[in-house]
């Protein structure tokens, strides 16, 4: 496996790395615990040194899974974790986490829990989850600075943020990297966001890089998904969305062929393709797709393949907002 830098900093993980949040959230139905322990394992014997975690997945179940999972591997992982969701409280307690808070004390009590769920003494690379506007970003950067010095933090991270945040952030504390969505299906980061990483020397990490499983190929206007399962809420995902972009896919397809490759490897050697500093975290709980998504870090495209994706891409017209409209207001604040 290949390996990157996140940015101008002294960063680098393998040149994809695992998500781990569909291990026991938002895609059910999931996997016993004895199994994604082993998947986790695995993935570090392929060459997988990074891995993003959270602890509204589950809640708190996910961050436990990895920690337990990496604990005699630690030395040889990068693990990233988030704080940013207020716990819902009485009733509400296994409601789905949708309150922020990024005030001083709420981050330092979510890193101290974070500690222990991953067996860890420091977190390698700490996001805030969602900007929250009740709290100045400067507050927050200064206080991830606090528990850099600490040594309870190595680097800082930031999700979904808006470029004027990133600047404010990145003056108080240097931002490590971004993570938010980004995909062939998926190209807002490239108006403002990716310039301005490039600029403020920060990495970026794509997540959902397979359009939540889309642009595998697997799923179609046929799919049925529980209501459980987070993509049922998502208007890309209704049947007539999905028929409309199933063109996209197409072309993966259709250029996969020519590299004896899968339209997810195509997927995921394009992101590899557009920067040096980005790091894309696809998701997996099969050790078929975690060997097939590692894969993809061997692909080269060439300069004309890359034109013909982009030649391709750029008629056809996505169909669907990637979020509600209640989520979509949470994002590039």
């Given at each position: 496996m290949q390996k990157r830098k996140l940015g101008k900093s002294d960063l680098e993980v393998s040149a994809i790395g695992l998500g781990c949040m569909g291990m026991t959230f938002a895609f059910p139905p999931f996997p016993e615990k004895k199994e994604m322990i082993s998947l986790l394992r695995t993935a570090v014997e392929r060459g997988v040194t990074f891995f993003d975690t959270a602890e509204v997945y589950g809640p708190y179940t996910n961050e436990e899974l990895v920690g337990e999972a990496l604990a005699p591997l630690r030395n040889e992982v990068?693990?990233?974790?988030?704080?940013?969701?207020?716990?819902?409280?009485?009733?509400?307690?296994?409601?789905r986490w949708s309150e922020l808070d990024s005030s001083p004390e709420h981050i330092r009590k979510v890193v101290e829990g974070s500690l222990k769920r991953l067996r860890t003494d420091v977190i390698d690379l700490l996001y805030q989850h969602r900007v929250d506007l009740e709290v100045p970003i400067e507050d927050v950067a200064g206080t991830v600075n606090e528990l850099i010095r600490e040594g309870k933090v190595k680097h800082f991270g930031l999700s979904e943020a808006s470029v004027k945040t990133i600047r404010r952030a990145h003056a108080v504390q240097p931002v490590t990297?971004?993570?938010s969505e980004y995909s062939i299906w998926w190209r807002k980061p490239e108006e403002e966001i990716l310039p301005?990483?490039?600029?403020?020397?920060?990495?970026?990490?794509?997540?959902?890089?397979?359009?939540?499983?889309?642009?595998?190929?697997?799923?179609?206007?046929?799919?049925?998904?529980?209501?459980?399962?987070?993509r049922s809420n998502l208007p890309r995902f209704t049947a007539e969305a999905r028929k409309a972009n199933q063109s996209l896919v197409n072309l993966l397809a259709k250029v996969a062929i020519q590299k004896n490759a899968t339209p997810a490897q195509l997927a995921l050697a394009w992101l590899l393709a557009q920067k040096p500093w980005i790091v894309p975290i696809?998701?997996?709980?099969?050790?078929?797709?975690?060997?097939?998504?590692i894969e993809a870090a061997s692909f080269n495209l060439s300069v004309s393949e890359l034109r013909e994706i982009e030649e391709t891409a750029s008629k056809i017209k996505i169909e669907g907002a990637r979020y509600p409209e209640n989520l979509e207001r949470t994002v590039n604040r």
């Open positions: 990068v693990i990233a974790t988030k704080f940013g969701f207020k716990p819902p409280i009485g009733s509400e307690a296994n409601s990297a971004l993570q301005a990483l490039k600029e403020l020397g920060i990495g970026f990490v794509p997540f959902s890089p397979l359009g939540r499983g889309f642009l595998t190929g697997k799923i179609t206007e046929e799919t049925k998904f529980d209501k459980t399962d987070f696809p998701g997996t709980t099969k050790l078929n797709r975690l060997e097939e998504n």
